[in-house]
């Protein structure tokens, strides 16, 4: 198996059994976001440790192609133990490198969604942005 068959099967693992799936019970932000060319729509919620900067648990909910929902999936084990800081640092590249293949030009706003609406939703929960802000990934 090629390196890339390796990850298109790991895609295909964290789309079929998404890690950290469902709405989390108690979360101190959550955000929903979406991808109007192709009708993905990710909520993410994130629960914050003590300190309200470290990320201890994230979530996600929501439907979409595999490459949207394999991302969300992925995101969500990398989230944890980072800081909110480190989360609005995160780029394209941080998300293509997790998802380990190449993604097309039509495809890009697929893999980033998860990361685009943690982010916002973090920003809302900071007050730095305002509600009417929605995520719309236009990279």
């Keep these: 198996m090629s390196g890339s068959d390796m990850y298109r099967q790991q ?7 998404p890690r950290n799936y469902g709405e989390m019970a108690d979360p101190d932000f959550s955000h929903v ?3 109007p ?3 993905d729509t990710i909520q ?3 629960k914050l440790a003590d300190d309200d900067e470290t ?14 929902q ?7 084990q990398e989230l944890p133990g980072t800081s909110i800081e480190e989360l609005y640092e995160m780029d394209t590249d941080d998300i293509v490198e997790m998802l380990g293949v190449e993604i097309s030009p039509m495809r890009i706003k697929c893999a980033v969604l998860a990361r685009q ?4 939703g973090a920003k809302l929960y900071r007050g730095e942005i305002d509600e009417k802000d929605r995520t719309i990934t236009e990279e």
């Excluded at 394999?70 to 969500?76: F, I, K, P, W």
């Design 55 to 68: 990320i201890e648990e994230v979530s996600f909910s929501g439907d979409g192609c595999a490459i949207s």
């Design 70 to 76: 394999a991302a969300a999936s992925l995101l969500t």
């Design 33 to 35: 976001g979406e991808n």
């Design 11 to 17: 895609i295909l693992d964290h789309y079929k059994n």
């Design 44 to 46: 993410v919620d994130v």
């Design 37 to 39: 060319s192709c009708g």
């Design 117 to 120: 609406v943690a982010q916002d």
